[in-house]
């Protein structure tokens, strides 16, 4: 994975850190934080944000087992 995903797989290892870190993604990807007509800049930051939110579930998937 790319250096942002990877630092969050290692840093939100622990399920609390890992569910504090979820909630602020959720948080960062809801569309209502976004403006009317978001820049590419706008977009590409929402992506980074789902793919680290999609790595973490994943990864507490694996942490429940």
Known sequence: PNTYVK?????YYNEVSM???MADLLNNIDH???PV???EKDC???EKY???FKLLSKSKVRMLR
């Open 7 to 11: 630092y969050y797989y290692v840093k």
């Open 19 to 21: 569910n504090v870190k």
């Open 32 to 34: 209502q934080r976004f």
């Open 37 to 39: 007509n978001p820049t």
């Open 44 to 46: 590409l930051r929402q």
């Open 50 to 52: 789902k793919r680290a």
